[in-house]
T-cell receptor, first 111, second 112 residues
Framework: AQSVTQLDSQVPVFEEAPVELRCNYSSSVSVYLFWYVQYPNQGLQLLLKYLSGSTLVESINGFEAEFNKSQTSFHLRKPSVHISDTAEYFC?????????FGTGTRLTIIP | NAGVTQTPKFQVLKTGQSMTLQCAQDMNHEYMSWYRQDPGMGLRLIHYSVGAGITDQGEVPNGYNVSRSTTEDFPLRLLSAAPSQTSVYFCASAFSVAEKLFFGSGTQLSVL
């Protein structure tokens, strides 16, 4: 089974500073990769996904993630964060009919 | 279009009681799944279904049963609740596991 690692459980960042949330997965077989976001007291929402093609994928609110097959990574980045980005972010990897989630990274924006 | 509807939002059980968490979607999704979310452990897949009449186990299936008699509904049954099942439960659906998962609003379950 897949193992999804998000090494940083909490990341504090100053407003308008850049951020990178790290995600590594265990298997190099063909997988689909996702980032989900959970705002306080809500369910998860899809932020972006990689299925195939260009290794750089973008979301509508300025986040981007790059698929790196050799490093089995799918790190999430944003060049300038806002208060509204405060949330918990989950990396997920699908294999067969299972979707495996990481343990999550809580992003806190400091005004 | 209601999306994914989960009920109840909150539930308190005593050890040994049984209950069913309801999940319904109106998007004609074939794939449905149940997750539990625990602090520091992310979301873990309990059971999933790829269509009516087809279910399978996820990472943590023990103590839970599911059935999928219709495309719309995917209830999760706790047969004999244990304190270790205290968690937040999410139902999710999608056209397939490679597509965007739509999540319900969650059920906070406490087992005393």
């Amino acid at each position: 089974a897949q193992s999804v690692t998000q090494l940083d459980s909490q990341v504090p960042v100053f407003e308008e500073a850049p951020v990178e949330l790290r995600c590594n997965y265990s298997s190099s077989v063909s997988v689909y990769l996702f980032w989900y976001v959970q705002y306080p007291n809500q369910g998860l929402q899809l932020l972006l996904k990689y299925l195939s093609g260009s290794t750089l994928v973008e979301s509508i609110n300025g986040f981007e993630a790059e698929f790196n097959k050799s490093q089995t990574s799918f790190h999430l980045r944003k060049p300038s964060v806002h208060i509204s980005d405060t949330a918990e972010y989950f990396c997920a990897v699908s294999e067969a009919n299972n979707l495996f989630f990481g343990t999550g990274t809580r992003l806190t924006i400091i005004p | 279009n209601a999306g994914v509807t989960q009920t109840p939002k909150f539930q308190v059980l005593k050890t040994g009681q049984s209950m069913t968490l309801q999940c319904a979607q109106d998007m004609n999704h074939e794939y449905m799944s149940w997750y539990r979310q625990d602090p520091g452990m992310g979301l873990r897949l309990i059971h999933y279904s790829v269509g009516a009449g087809i279910t399978d186990q996820g990472e943590v299936p023990n103590g839970y049963n599911v059935s999928r008699s219709t495309t719309e509904d995917f209830p999760l049954r706790l047969l004999s609740a244990a304190p270790s099942q205290t968690s937040v439960y999410f139902c999710a659906s999608a056209f397939s596991v490679a597509e965007k998962l739509f999540f319900g609003s969650g059920t906070q379950l406490s087992v005393l």
